[in-house]
């Protein structure tokens, strides 16, 4: 089971900033919180991950609260090609489980 | 690099044939694991395998599934005999690990999508 809680969608107007949430409230304190994106037909891609530090990247930036209950992707200036499922994953690197994620659409 | 190849990018087969999926990591990586995609059940962890050496196999679904891991450049994953809800794309993924480094992504194939009529 993924023990992660996404939404399910969310709309965002190009060029503004997109913040898709997660939580994960049973995370252990050696479990990483990973995003990854998986565009159309094609494979997943990595975006970012996290321990407890807040972490920013050339794609997007990661909030992690302090207790590591959820986190928060932010990706600064959505265009139309962020449009994608956004999976927000915790475990080790041979462990990855992919819940349903969010689907971003990025609206002109 | 090219990336993590897959091959056939598509395939179509009768229920009851064997079907082999083939996957060529990254040079350089020692994992490399096997995913299924479909809409029921999103992104499932089949197998993986580290310095060739299978790890974790409790993804496989069934006995009707296998993997294998030659050489470090080549794996392929094998449904003998294939039925219609093994249809799915499944993905081929491969990265490295070094006691340095804390983390590094796992790079994905382009993905094959099967169909079993």
């Known amino acids: 089971d993924a023990k992660t809680t996404q939404p399910p969608s969310m709309d965002c107007a190009e060029g503004r900033a997109a913040n898709l949430p997660c939580n994960h409230s049973?995370?252990?304190?050696?479990?990483?919180v990973y995003w990854y994106r998986q565009i159309h037909s094609q494979g997943p891609q990595y975006i970012i991950h996290?321990?407890?530090n807040n972490e920013t990247n050339e794609m997007a930036s990661l909030i992690i609260t302090e207790d590591r209950k959820s986190s928060t992707l932010i990706l600064p200036h959505a265009t139309l090609r962020d449009t994608a499922v956004y999976y927000c994953?915790?475990?080790?690197?041979?462990?990855?489980?992919f819940g349903k994620g969010t689907k971003l659409s990025v609206i002109p | 690099d090219a990336g993590v190849i897959q091959s056939p990018r598509h395939e179509v087969t009768e229920m009851g044939q064997e079907v082999t999926l083939r996957c060529k990591p990254i040079?350089?990586?020692?994992?490399l694991f096997w995913y299924r995609q479909t809409m029921m059940r999103g992104l499932e962890l089949l197998i993986y395998?580290?310095?060739?050496?299978?790890?974790?196999d409790s993804g496989m679904p069934e006995d009707r599934f296998s993997a294998k891991m030659p050489n470090a450049s080549f794996s392929t994953l094998k449904i003998q005999p294939s039925e219609p809800r093994d249809s799915a794309v499944y993905f081929c993924?491969?990265?490295?690990?070094?006691?340095?480094?804390?983390?590094?992504?796992?790079?994905f194939g382009q993905g094959t999508r099967l169909t079993v009529v």
């Open positions: 395998f580290n310095n060739n050496v299978p790890i974790d």
């Open positions: 994953i915790v475990g080790v690197l041979n462990q990855l489980t």
């Open positions: 996290g321990l407890k």
């Open positions: 993924a491969s990265s490295y690990d070094r006691p340095w480094l804390i983390y590094t992504e796992a790079f």
């Open positions: 040079s350089g990586h020692d994992y």
């Open positions: 049973t995370i252990s304190g050696n479990e990483y």
